[in-house]
Protein backbone atom coordinates (compact mmCIF):
# COMPACT_ATOMS: atom_id res chain seq x y z
CA UNK A 1 0.00 0.00 0.00
CA UNK A 2 3.09 2.82 0.86
CA UNK A 3 6.20 2.43 -0.50
CA UNK A 4 9.27 3.66 1.22
CA UNK A 5 9.44 6.79 0.15
CA UNK A 6 5.99 7.56 1.45
CA UNK A 7 6.37 6.03 4.49
CA UNK A 8 9.74 7.97 4.84
CA UNK A 9 7.87 11.41 4.21
CA UNK A 10 5.21 10.46 6.91
CA UNK A 11 7.80 10.01 9.37
CA UNK A 12 9.35 13.47 8.67
CA UNK A 13 5.93 14.75 8.69
CA UNK A 14 5.40 13.41 12.30
CA UNK A 15 8.64 14.70 13.21
CA UNK A 16 8.19 18.14 12.36
CA UNK A 17 4.44 17.90 14.10
CA UNK A 18 5.86 17.29 17.01
CA UNK A 19 8.50 19.91 16.82
CA UNK A 20 5.64 22.35 16.25
CA UNK A 21 3.57 20.85 19.02
CA UNK A 22 6.20 21.65 21.37
CA UNK A 23 6.40 25.16 20.53
CA UNK A 24 2.62 25.59 20.22
CA UNK A 25 -0.67 24.14 19.55
CA UNK A 26 -1.71 26.97 17.76
CA UNK A 27 1.32 25.92 15.19
CA UNK A 28 -0.34 22.63 14.61
CA UNK A 29 -3.81 24.05 13.73
CA UNK A 30 -2.28 26.13 11.43
CA UNK A 31 -0.11 23.83 9.54
CA UNK A 32 -2.82 21.33 9.38
CA UNK A 33 -5.33 23.73 8.30
CA UNK A 34 -2.48 24.78 5.49
CA UNK A 35 -1.65 21.41 4.45
CA UNK A 36 -5.35 20.52 4.02
CA UNK A 37 -5.61 23.93 1.73
CA UNK A 38 -2.79 22.96 -0.40
CA UNK A 39 -3.42 19.15 -0.65
CA UNK A 40 -7.23 19.79 -1.91
CA UNK A 41 -5.77 22.25 -4.35
CA UNK A 42 -3.07 20.60 -5.90
CA UNK A 43 -5.32 17.16 -5.63
CA UNK A 44 -7.31 17.87 -8.79
CA UNK A 45 -4.67 19.49 -10.89
CA UNK A 46 -2.53 15.93 -10.61
CA UNK A 47 -5.66 13.66 -11.21
CA UNK A 48 -6.73 15.78 -14.34
CA UNK A 49 -2.53 15.62 -15.71
CA UNK A 50 -2.71 11.44 -14.56
CA UNK A 51 -6.03 11.49 -16.73
CA UNK A 52 -4.47 13.35 -19.46
CA UNK A 53 -1.31 11.27 -19.32
CA UNK A 54 -3.26 8.44 -19.67
CA UNK A 55 -5.34 9.60 -23.05
CA UNK A 56 -2.05 10.97 -24.75
CA UNK A 57 0.03 7.68 -23.98
CA UNK A 58 -2.88 5.83 -26.55
CA UNK A 59 -2.86 8.77 -28.97
CA UNK A 60 0.85 9.25 -29.33
CA UNK A 61 3.04 6.87 -31.29
CA UNK A 62 5.41 4.60 -29.59
CA UNK A 63 7.52 3.92 -32.87
CA UNK A 64 9.09 7.02 -33.45
CA UNK A 65 9.77 7.66 -28.95
CA UNK A 66 11.06 4.40 -28.76
CA UNK A 67 13.69 5.09 -32.35
CA UNK A 68 14.49 8.25 -31.22
CA UNK A 69 15.14 8.05 -27.33
CA UNK A 70 14.84 4.26 -26.30
CA UNK A 71 16.39 2.11 -24.83
CA UNK A 72 18.58 1.28 -27.45
CA UNK A 73 19.25 5.10 -28.64
CA UNK A 74 22.53 5.41 -26.44
CA UNK A 75 23.75 9.20 -26.49
CA UNK A 76 21.90 9.94 -29.66
CA UNK A 77 18.58 9.93 -27.55
CA UNK A 78 20.24 10.62 -24.40
CA UNK A 79 21.25 14.14 -26.09
CA UNK A 80 17.81 14.71 -28.01
CA UNK A 81 16.35 13.85 -24.70
CA UNK A 82 18.70 16.60 -22.77
CA UNK A 83 17.86 19.43 -25.58
CA UNK A 84 14.24 18.51 -25.48
CA UNK A 85 13.52 18.41 -21.56
CA UNK A 86 15.00 21.85 -21.56
CA UNK A 87 12.23 23.65 -23.92
CA UNK A 88 9.30 22.28 -21.41
CA UNK A 89 7.85 25.19 -20.33
CA UNK A 90 5.89 23.49 -17.79
CA UNK A 91 6.19 22.85 -13.93
CA UNK A 92 6.42 19.14 -12.45
CA UNK A 93 2.03 18.36 -12.85
CA UNK A 94 2.47 18.52 -16.24
CA UNK A 95 5.83 17.38 -17.05
CA UNK A 96 6.08 14.38 -14.84
CA UNK A 97 2.83 12.86 -16.89
CA UNK A 98 4.53 13.77 -19.96
CA UNK A 99 7.31 11.37 -18.55
CA UNK A 100 4.48 8.69 -18.02
CA UNK A 101 3.70 8.89 -21.58
CA UNK A 102 7.17 8.81 -22.95
CA UNK A 103 7.90 5.63 -20.65
CA UNK A 104 5.11 4.24 -21.54
CA UNK A 105 5.65 4.87 -25.33
CA UNK A 106 9.39 3.13 -25.18
CA UNK A 107 11.70 5.64 -23.82
CA UNK A 108 14.60 4.39 -21.79
CA UNK A 109 14.88 5.59 -18.78
CA UNK A 110 18.66 7.00 -19.33
CA UNK A 111 17.07 9.07 -21.40
CA UNK A 112 14.09 9.75 -18.79
CA UNK A 113 17.00 11.07 -16.62
CA UNK A 114 18.31 13.41 -19.06
CA UNK A 115 15.35 15.17 -20.14
CA UNK A 116 14.28 15.29 -16.61
CA UNK A 117 17.87 16.44 -15.48
CA UNK A 118 17.39 19.19 -19.03
CA UNK A 119 13.77 20.33 -17.49
CA UNK A 120 14.79 21.02 -13.94
CA UNK A 121 18.16 22.78 -14.62
CA UNK A 122 17.95 24.46 -18.38
CA UNK A 123 14.81 24.92 -18.29
CA UNK A 124 15.20 27.94 -21.02
CA UNK A 125 11.71 29.29 -20.38
CA UNK A 126 13.08 30.46 -17.16
CA UNK A 127 16.21 32.14 -18.38
CA UNK A 128 14.20 33.89 -20.59
CA UNK A 129 10.93 35.23 -18.57
CA UNK A 130 13.03 35.54 -15.08
CA UNK A 131 17.02 34.91 -15.19
CA UNK A 132 17.84 37.19 -18.04
CA UNK A 133 15.91 40.16 -17.07
CA UNK A 134 16.91 39.87 -13.12
CA UNK A 135 20.32 39.11 -13.75
CA UNK A 136 21.24 39.91 -17.47
CA UNK A 137 22.60 38.43 -20.26
CA UNK A 138 26.09 37.70 -19.22
CA UNK A 139 25.10 35.50 -16.10
CA UNK A 140 22.96 33.48 -18.26
CA UNK A 141 25.05 32.67 -20.66
CA UNK A 142 27.54 31.43 -18.11
CA UNK A 143 24.94 29.32 -16.04
CA UNK A 144 23.66 27.86 -19.09
CA UNK A 145 26.99 27.02 -20.59
CA UNK A 146 27.86 25.91 -16.76
CA UNK A 147 25.05 23.74 -16.73
CA UNK A 148 23.43 22.50 -19.72
CA UNK A 149 26.22 19.68 -19.68
CA UNK A 150 24.86 18.16 -16.52
CA UNK A 151 21.68 16.68 -18.14
CA UNK A 152 23.51 14.67 -20.77
CA UNK A 153 25.86 13.95 -18.14
CA UNK A 154 23.10 12.60 -16.01
CA UNK A 155 21.86 10.73 -18.84
CA UNK A 156 25.01 9.10 -19.41
CA UNK A 157 25.53 8.56 -15.33
CA UNK A 158 22.20 6.61 -15.64
CA UNK A 159 23.31 4.67 -18.87
CA UNK A 160 26.28 2.76 -16.58
CA UNK A 161 24.09 2.46 -13.25
CA UNK A 162 21.95 0.31 -15.09
CA UNK A 163 24.99 -1.58 -16.82
CA UNK A 164 25.96 -2.11 -13.08
CA UNK A 165 22.65 -2.35 -11.41
CA UNK A 166 19.93 -3.59 -14.04
CA UNK A 167 17.10 -1.70 -13.49
CA UNK A 168 13.37 -3.66 -13.68
Known amino acids: MFDIASLVLFGIALVLAAVAARRSPHIIKQGVGLSIERFLTILP ?10 FISRIVPSGPIAHHIGPDSG ?6 ASLVGGFIPSGPIVSFPIVVVLLLAGAGIPQIVAFLSAWSVVALHR ?14 ALRLAASAPLAPLS ?7 IQVFPFN
Do not use: C
Open 155 to 161: GLIAEFL
Open 45 to 54: RIGLALIAAG
Open 75 to 80: IYGILL
Open 127 to 140: VFIYEIPLMGWRFS
